[in-house]
Nanobody, 124 residues
Framework: QVQLVESGGGLVQAGGSLSLSCTTS????????MGWFRQAPGKEREHVAA????????YYADSVRGRFTISRDDAKNTLYLQMNNLKAEDTAVYYC?????????????????WGQGTQVTVSS
């Protein structure tokens, strides 16, 4: 049974920082990718960042590149998202996801496992 549990969301002022964590248990794939997605009210879920676990290769949405950093701790089976210089438009529920390393990692429909989501609210 694969489980993903996110933590670290909250309320922050514009320009501030937050760090999200996603701890995983169980393994479904020999090689896998993990990603962060977000969904704002009335909008579709969108890719934020992704990482290939075995080699650390990372992918970022243009809207967050240079402000957000995705990383992993293999010993803790945990994925992180460090978010700096937050903007009001970053407000959303953030989800972590896990899928095979062979998937197109920026597309949510290819991921097999999802966390429950954590709310990030940025006040302007």
């Amino acid at each position: 049974q694969v489980q993903l549990v996110e933590s670290g969301g909250g309320l922050v002022q514009a320009g501030g920082s937050l760090s999200l964590s996603c701890t995983t248990s169980g393994r479904a794939f020999t090689t896998y990718a993990m990603g962060w997605f977000r969904q704002a009210p009335g909008k579709e879920r969108e890719h934020v960042a992704a990482l290939i676990w075995s080699d650390g290769l990372t992918y970022y949405a243009d809207s967050v590149r240079g402000r957000f950093t995705i990383s992993r701790d293999d010993a803790k089976n945990t994925l992180y998202l460090q978010m700096n210089n937050l903007k009001a438009e970053d407000t959303a529920v953030y989800y972590c996801a896990l899928g095979s390393a062979q998937i197109p990692v920026t597309y949510s429909e290819y991921y097999d496992y999802w966390g429950q989501g954590t709310q990030v609210t940025v006040s302007s």
